[in-house]
């Protein structure tokens, strides 16, 4: 499963980066401008010598409401993409040259990932709340602070395999098939460990590169043309790292969900057949 969802994965997107761009290319422009006008119009953001010395930073109603703005136009950008990648991968549905879409799927989608978030949040609250209590009491018994910590990440490496199997009701609303997350979960069984296994190794070395661009880019900071021109080149590299983040996390969401439409399908003694 895991060398599946990786390989699918990986020829879905540099397979088809010409898509890739057309499904993210407006997006990720409009945003820029967004953030752009919005640097012009409010002015430089508060400086990080006096956030540092520990002087109070005054935040205007201007100010929460652009941050409120990006935040949800970052939101529905998300979502846009989601989809119209999850139609991609899964119906062959090619994207327009600009694709700026939203209607109601997008609209169930980003329910849909908010509900998902509300009951990873009800989940992890109580936990962290539970472990901290009673780790930080064996802690101080055995003189060594590192039971909350382990106890935490044992606990957490059972429950985020079953969290992952959720996210496959997303592309099932994404081709207008909308599952709930109980038939999500079970329809996932097996596949939270694989999926996460394959979106660590897609996304790390390209996480890696782009720190790498972030530290050459404070390196080049501050002094005439040619530092001027390698920052440009610097900002754009990291803007398609970005945009093909992005696509690979999503793609593996729709070969985990493909591989578990075709075992239901060989469950009941069908012919594996395209979502559409």
Same mark, same amino acid.
């Given at each position: 499963?895991?060398?599946?969802?990786?390989?699918?994965?990986?020829?879905?997107?540099?397979?088809?980066?010409? !898509?890739?761009?057309?499904?993210?290319?407006?997006?990720?422009?409009?945003?820029? &401008?967004? #953030?752009?006008?919005?640097?012009?119009?409010? =002015?430089?953001?508060?400086?990080?010598?006096?956030? !540092?010395?520990?002087?109070? &930073?005054?935040?205007?109603?201007?100010?929460?409401?652009?941050?409120?703005?990006?935040?949800?136009?970052?939101?529905?950008?998300?979502?846009? +993409?989601?989809?119209?990648?999850?139609?991609?991968?899964?119906? %062959?549905?090619?994207?327009?040259? +600009?694709? #700026?879409?939203?209607?109601?799927?997008? %609209?169930?989608?980003?329910?849909?990932?908010?509900? $998902?978030?509300?009951? !990873?949040?009800?989940?992890?609250?109580?936990?962290?709340?539970?472990?901290?209590?009673?780790?930080?009491?064996?802690?101080?018994? $055995? =003189?060594?602070?590192?039971?909350?910590?382990?106890?935490?990440?044992?606990?957490?490496?059972?429950?985020?395999?079953? $969290?992952?199997? #959720?996210? #496959?009701?997303?592309?099932?609303?994404?081709?207008?098939?909308?599952? @709930?997350?109980?038939?999500?979960?079970?329809? @996932?069984?097996?596949?939270?460990?694989?999926?996460? @296994?394959? %979106?660590?190794?897609?996304?790390?070395?390209?996480?890696?590169?782009?720190? =790498?661009?972030?530290?050459?880019?404070?390196?080049?900071?501050? =002094? @005439?043309?040619?530092?001027?021109?390698?920052?440009?080149?610097?900002?754009?590299?990291?803007?398609?790292?970005?945009?093909?983040? !992005?696509?690979?996390?999503?793609?593996?969401?729709?070969?985990?969900?493909? $591989?578990?439409?075709?075992?239901?399908?060989?469950?009941?003694?069908?012919?594996?057949?395209?979502?559409?």
């Amino acid at each position: 499963m895991f060398r599946r969802i990786l390989n699918d994965s990986f020829s879905l997107v540099f397979g088809n980066l010409e !898509t890739v761009f057309k499904v993210c290319g407006a997006w990720f422009v409009l945003q820029f &401008v967004l #953030l752009l006008v919005l640097q012009v119009i409010l =002015g430089s953001p508060p400086d990080d010598l006096a956030v !540092t010395a520990g002087q109070p &930073v005054q935040v205007s109603p201007a100010q929460m409401l652009a941050a409120f703005l990006v935040v949800i136009v970052a939101i529905v950008a998300s979502a846009s +993409i989601a989809v119209a990648w999850h139609r991609f991968g899964l119906l %062959g549905e090619q994207p327009g040259l +600009i694709h #700026l879409r939203v209607g109601a799927i997008e %609209g169930r989608f980003i329910l849909k990932m908010f509900l $998902i978030g509300l009951i !990873t949040i009800a989940i992890f609250l109580p936990l962290e709340l539970f472990v901290s209590l009673f780790g930080t009491m064996l802690d101080i018994l $055995i =003189g060594v602070p590192v039971v909350t910590v382990v106890s935490f990440l044992v606990l957490s490496a059972f429950i985020i395999p079953h $969290i992952v199997q #959720l996210y #496959l009701s997303l592309p099932a609303v994404a081709i207008e098939r909308p599952i @709930g997350l109980k038939e999500a979960h079970k329809l @996932g069984q097996g596949l939270g460990w694989p999926m996460i @296994g394959a %979106g660590v190794v897609l996304v790390l070395p390209f996480v890696l590169v782009a720190l =790498g661009l972030q530290y050459l880019s404070q390196m080049v900071a501050g =002094g @005439g043309l040619l530092a001027l021109l390698i920052a440009i080149k610097l900002a754009l590299l990291n803007v398609l790292l970005q945009i093909i983040l !992005t696509v690979l996390s999503i793609s593996v969401i729709s070969a985990a969900y493909r $591989i578990a439409l075709e075992r239901q399908h060989a469950n009941f003694g069908e012919t594996p057949s395209n979502p559409d």
